[in-house]
């Protein structure tokens, strides 16, 4: 188990969510890290989830 740190952005620059999540793998942090993006209403925000090693796992614009 790994843990991931979840971002997301207003375009003003203020902070929506700063959290750390927790999965088994990359792969499966892309999957479940998306449904759990969807889920906070946030996908058509500026986000990011990375790794611990600060790997980008998944990015928007």
């Known amino acids: ?31 479940e890290g998306q449904k759990q993006i969807e889920e906070k209403g946030v996908a058509d925000k500026t986000h990011r989830l990375v790794n611990s090693s600060g790997k980008l796992i998944l990015f928007h614009v």
Request: proline share 0%.
């Open 1 to 31: 188990m790994g843990n991931y740190r979840f971002t997301a952005f207003e375009k003003t620059g203020e902070v929506l969510f700063d959290e750390v999540w927790s999965f088994n793998d990359d792969e499966t942090a892309k999957v």
